[in-house]
């Protein structure tokens, strides 16, 4: 606040009285500068808060109105600085011309509010005065200006300060005494507690006798609807706490069913492991002939194939691996290689894959304005989907015997019908079918055929 501020306090438009205010450490000269008293002694030596008759000047030192100025030294003025007025005609022309050459002089244009802003950081007003500045001025009815006025005046705070220092007298006379009880301190008498809490209500009820008709209807609307909003919270309280007490109940019947299943699924697989061997000769002994050698075969296939597939699988994690490094290293991304290996690893998933953690990365980098990374992370993401969408049907359907369209198809239908299992199991019953079919155990497609597709292919 070392600057010094102008406006002009009146409102716009042509009128009788125009006044321009001005208030800080520069108030005193640039009054100098832009008016000339009558009596011939500049304005910083006038009798202050005194009305003194003399020219306004403008920028370039002309006469452009014959008016009334005053001083009102600091710290006793409106804003606690030193203060001053212009008060000319109303003209806008006039007041414009004070105001450009008040601006000539040192003085900045004021900010709304900031006279009366700069009178509370001053002290001279509390913030409940600062805040009945702005209700007297827009007061609407009569009521309202008398009570922005005793707001004004300091009658709010005077009430509140006192409510709370009668109960602060109350709460610390409590805290003495339980705090300490050896010492000799007086116990708090019920009937004082009353008639402290009496006043407090006295006085509140007269400040609400005060108020505006309007705004009493509005607080009471108000008071409604919190009320209505409470009673909203308790009842969907009610509701959960009963939701919750349901869940818990069920939850507790269904506990001794789950532990019972959990107790003969844990026993059952003990006696299964155990007599593993004797299982399975028997499932085979109960199997004659051909059918007994399709199911050793679909079997011995089958373990088989899922090795194959977590191998591939493997190698598709390396590839991925290589690639984020590569990347990310880079991009300039600290700790590249472990960062890539959590990336790859989480790329075994079916749905998410990469895309579960690079698609977020992009969007937080891109949200906290590093748009150059996030762009980089994004193109690095698009290179690793677009070569995995072409290697995975390849690495896959070559180890487990089909062609890459047909795998790309059948894990895309799987995973469509039967989610993440489809996404596995389909291929590999193709790939069961085939290789049935090549042993002749089923005929689904001629052989022959198949020779002279492969051989077309690889001429």
Same mark, same amino acid.
């Given at each position: 606040?070392?600057?010094?501020?102008?406006?002009?306090? +009146?409102?716009?438009?042509?009128?009788? !009285?125009?006044?321009?205010?001005?208030?800080?450490?520069?108030?005193?000269?640039?009054?100098?500068?832009?008016?000339?008293?009558?009596?011939?002694?500049?304005?910083?030596?006038?009798?202050?808060?005194?009305?003194?008759?003399?020219?306004?000047?403008?920028?370039?030192?002309?006469?452009?109105? /014959?008016?009334?100025?005053?001083?009102?030294?600091?710290?006793?003025?409106?804003?606690?600085?030193?203060?001053?007025?212009?008060?000319?005609?109303?003209?806008?022309?006039?007041?414009?011309?004070?105001?450009?050459?008040?601006?000539?002089?040192?003085?900045?244009?004021?900010?709304?509010? %900031?006279?009366?802003?700069?009178?509370?950081?001053?002290?001279?007003?509390?913030?409940?005065?600062?805040?009945?500045?702005?209700?007297?001025?827009?007061?609407?009815?009569?009521?309202?200006?008398?009570?922005?006025?005793?707001?004004?005046?300091?009658? *709010?705070?005077?009430?509140?300060?006192?409510?709370?220092?009668?109960?602060?007298?109350?709460?610390?006379?409590?805290?003495?005494?339980?705090?300490?009880?050896? %010492?000799?301190? &007086?116990?708090?008498?019920? %009937?004082?507690?009353?008639?402290?809490?009496?006043?407090?209500?006295?006085?509140?009820?007269?400040?609400?006798?005060?108020?505006?008709?309007?705004?009493?209807?509005?607080?009471? %609307?108000?008071?409604?609807?919190?009320?209505?909003?409470?009673?909203?919270?308790?009842?969907?309280?009610?509701?959960?706490?009963?939701?919750?007490?349901? !869940?818990?109940?069920?939850?507790? +019947?269904?506990?001794?069913?789950?532990?019972?299943?959990?107790? *003969?699924?844990?026993?059952?697989?003990?006696?299964?492991?155990?007599?593993?061997?004797?299982?399975?000769?028997?499932? @085979? &002994?109960?199997?004659?002939?051909?059918?007994?050698?399709?199911?050793?075969?679909?079997?011995?296939?089958?373990?088989?194939?899922?090795?194959?597939?977590?191998?591939?699988?493997?190698?598709?994690? /390396?590839?991925?691996?290589?690639?984020?490094?590569?990347?990310?290293?880079?991009?300039?991304?600290?700790?590249?290689?472990?960062?890539?290996?959590?990336?790859?690893?989480?790329?075994? @998933?079916?749905? *998410?894959?990469?895309?579960?953690?690079?698609?977020?990365?992009? !969007?937080?980098?891109?949200?906290?304005?590093?748009?150059?990374?996030?762009?980089?992370?994004?193109?690095?993401?698009?290179?690793?989907?677009?070569?995995?969408?072409?290697?995975?049907?390849?690495?896959?359907?070559?180890?487990?015997?089909?062609?890459?369209?047909?795998?790309?198809? /059948?894990?895309?239908?799987?995973?469509?019908?039967?989610?993440?299992?489809?996404?596995?199991?389909?291929?590999?019953?193709?790939?069961?079918?085939?290789?049935?079919?090549?042993?002749?155990?089923?005929?689904?497609?001629?052989?022959?055929?198949? &020779?002279?597709?492969?051989?077309?292919?690889?001429?």
């Amino acid at each position: 606040m070392s600057d010094t501020i102008a406006a002009i306090a +009146t409102a716009p438009g042509p009128s009788a !009285i125009g006044v321009v205010r001005l208030s800080g450490p520069g108030t005193r000269s640039a009054l100098d500068r832009v008016f000339r008293p009558k009596n011939g002694r500049p304005m910083s030596r006038q009798e202050p808060r005194r009305l003194v008759l003399g020219d306004v000047l403008d920028r370039e030192g002309r006469v452009i109105d /014959s008016a009334l100025a005053v001083l009102f030294p600091g710290p006793g003025s409106y804003t606690g600085q030193d203060c001053g007025e212009l008060q000319c005609h109303g003209s806008p022309v006039v007041l414009d011309a004070a105001l450009d050459a008040l601006f000539a002089a040192g003085a900045r244009q004021a900010q709304g509010g %900031e006279f009366t802003r700069r009178a509370f950081l001053n002290g001279r007003m509390d913030l409940l005065q600062a805040e009945a500045v702005a209700d007297l001025i827009d007061a609407e009815t009569a009521q309202a200006a008398h009570n922005a006025v005793g707001q004004l005046e300091g009658a *709010l705070s005077r009430t509140v300060t006192e409510i709370y220092d009668g109960l602060m007298a109350i709460v610390s006379r409590f805290y003495a005494v339980v705090d300490y009880p050896d %010492e000799d301190i &007086g116990d708090l008498q019920r %009937e004082d507690m009353l008639d402290t809490l009496r006043r407090s209500e006295d006085r509140l009820e007269e400040l609400l006798a005060k108020l505006d008709p309007s705004l009493m209807s509005a607080l009471q %609307e108000l008071q409604s609807q919190l009320l209505n909003m409470l009673w909203q919270l308790v009842s969907s309280l009610s509701v959960v706490l009963v939701g919750g007490v349901s !869940i818990a109940t069920s939850f507790a +019947t269904s506990l001794p069913g789950f532990l019972i299943r959990l107790l *003969l699924m844990v026993i059952s697989t003990f006696f299964i492991a155990v007599d593993y061997q004797k299982i399975v000769r028997f499932c @085979l &002994g109960c199997l004659q002939g051909s059918t007994r050698n399709l199911v050793l075969q679909v079997k011995a296939y089958v373990v088989g194939t899922l090795f194959v597939c977590i191998r591939s699988y493997a190698l598709i994690m /390396s590839i991925t691996f290589v690639e984020l490094s590569v990347g990310l290293t880079l991009i300039g991304v600290n700790r590249a290689i472990l960062v890539a290996l959590l990336i790859a690893i989480f790329d075994i @998933l079916p749905v *998410l894959g990469t895309g579960g953690i690079m698609i977020p990365w992009v !969007i937080l980098s891109a949200l906290g304005g590093d748009l150059p990374h996030a762009f980089a992370l994004l193109v690095l993401y698009v290179i690793i989907t677009v070569i995995r969408n072409i290697i995975e049907p390849r690495i896959v359907g070559a180890q487990i015997g089909l062609h890459p369209v047909l795998t790309l198809m /059948s894990m895309f239908v799987g995973n469509h019908l039967f989610g993440i299992v489809g996404l596995f199991g389909l291929p590999i019953l193709l790939s069961l079918l085939r290789y049935l079919n090549d042993n002749g155990t089923i005929s689904l497609f001629p052989a022959s055929a198949l &020779g002279r597709a492969d051989t077309e292919t690889s001429q």
